[in-house]
């Protein structure tokens, strides 16, 4: 290691803006001794500000490459030639701009050119992905969830757990809410709100109702989440807004499309044991 002259690192540091880094090197020591024997002298330590303000050119610059500096560089999305703000978007080695990187990775994962999908091609979509669920694709999946130890096979659940999944809405059912529901959905801010059965699951369990009945459009009402885990909690306020009798008559005067009103229909007509049941609240 080389004397240190604190004189001369004080003109390096201070004139010629050197860094501790650099001085260090000069002197073949740590950047820890050079540190130490400058505060020892009173030399003051630029900030890390301080230190980006001063920016060098040329060979000084530690960017410096290859005949240019990489800060100095400018940079143009690759696709539509505009000059970038910044090199962050960057796909396979390339620079692209926000827009252009996005239509890139839609093309590289898609493979199409589309990235904003129109109204018409989001319900191509939706439809070819709903006529994948079969029943037979369903059947399928869960025993290989089963299989695989990640669902527990049904054979093995409970029977109002079953009973609880058969009853669930098939449609998310926003077609078939009432003007003074649809009003309170789309409010600003969104409410947090729940779809709930205003016939219950519990209800149905005990009186034997089929499961098909209680996932019918007349069945559902859309209230808030708090209101719907009060509902759930609380054992002093009933489970049911309506009776079983209000519910199937409602089901009777139904006169929209609904995939499974001639199965209801047909249930209503065969299990007249149905209408014994009195009341909604057990």
């Keep these: 290691m080389k004397k240190i002259d604190l004189v001369k690192v004080k003109e390096l540091y201070e004139i010629r803006k050197l860094t501790a880094k650099e001085i260090a090197k000069k002197y073949g020591c740590s950047i820890t001794t050079i540190l130490h024997r400058m505060k020892a002298a009173g030399i003051r330590v630029r900030s890390n500000a301080e230190a980006h303000a001063g920016g060098k050119s040329g060979e000084n610059n530690g960017n410096y490459k290859h005949g240019n500096c990489v800060k100095d560089k400018k940079f143009y999305c690759i696709d539509c030639k505009i000059l970038l703000k910044a090199t962050r978007y960057r796909n396979d080695g390339k620079n692209r701009c926000l827009k252009c990187a996005g239509i890139y990775r839609s093309k590289k994962y898609t493979g199409s050119g589309i990235y904003n999908h129109t109204l018409e091609r989001r319900k191509i979509i939706g439809l070819k992905s709903s006529a994948k669920f079969t029943p037979e694709f369903k059947e399928r999946f869960r025993k290989t969830c089963e ?25 998310s059912m926003f077609k078939y809410a009432t003007e003074t529901e649809l009003a309170f959905v789309n409010s600003k801010p969104r409410p ?40 759930a909690l609380s054992n002093k306020c009933s489970k049911d807004s309506i009776t079983l009798q209000e519910l199937i008559t409602a089901i009777q005067e139904f006169k929209r499309e609904w995939p499974e009103q001639g199965e209801c229909m047909k249930i209503i007509n065969q299990r007249e044991d149905l209408l014994l049941i009195k009341g909604g609240d057990l």
């Design 147 to 171: 299989r695989n130890g990640i669902w527990v096979p049904l054979d093995q659940l409970e029977p109002y757990e079953i009973y609880f999944r058969e009853a669930e809405w098939i449609e």
């Design 192 to 231: 947090k709100f729940a779809r709930d059965h205003k016939y219950s699951r519990y209800s149905g369990f005990i009186n034997n109702v089929p499961p098909i009945l209680l996932r019918h459009p007349v069945n559902c009402q859309f209230i808030t989440r708090a209101e719907n885990t009060r509902k």
